[in-house]
Nanobody, 126 residues
C-alpha cells in the first residue's frame, strides 16, 4: 500500500506562485515514477507532469511547460510541484499520483499510475 498526502494548495492572483508537496508513505516495488494531475469542475482529469524517480527525468503537459517544475526529495519521500506564472485556467484540484505496474488505472507521460492522493485545491484569480 502507498499513501500520498498533498499540501500547499490555496488561492493566489494571476502571475503568482505556489508550491505543492506530496509525501509518500508505504511501498510498492513497481513504483518508479510519480506525478501530478489536475481536474477542474466539469472537466476530465488531466496530466500536469511526471517525474521518473531513478532516471531523474521529467515530462510536462504543454499547457504548463516552462511554468511548472517537479522536484524530488528522496530522503523525505516527497515530490514537489513548483507553479509559477499561474493563470486563472490553472484553477483546479491537484492530485499527486504514484506509478504502479500492479494496479495501474491511468497511463500518462510514460508512467502507469495506480496510487492517488486526495487532492489539494488551487484557485487562481484574475
Amino acid at each position: 500500500q502507498v499513501q500520498l498526502l498533498e499540501s500547499g494548495g490555496g488561492s493566489v492572483q494571476a502571475g503568482g506562485s505556489l508550491r505543492l508537496s506530496c509525501v509518500a508513505s508505504g511501498y510498492d516495488y513497481t513504483t518508479d515514477c510519480m506525478g501530478w494531475f489536475r481536474q477542474a469542475p466539469g472537466k476530465e482529469r488531466e496530466g500536469v507532469g511526471t517525474t521518473f524517480i531513478r532516471a531523474g527525468s521529467d515530462y510536462y503537459a504543454d499547457s504548463v511547460k516552462g511554468r511548472f517544475t517537479i522536484s524530488q526529495d528522496k530522503p523525505k519521500n516527497t515530490i514537489y510541484l513548483q507553479m509559477n506564472s499561474l493563470k486563472p485556467e490553472d484553477t483546479a484540484m491537484y492530485y499527486c499520483a504514484a506509478g504502479s505496474r500492479l494496479r495501474a488505472t491511468m497511463t500518462w507521460g510514460g508512467c502507469d499510475f495506480g496510487w492517488w492522493g486526495q487532492g489539494t485545491q488551487v484557485t487562481v484569480s484574475s
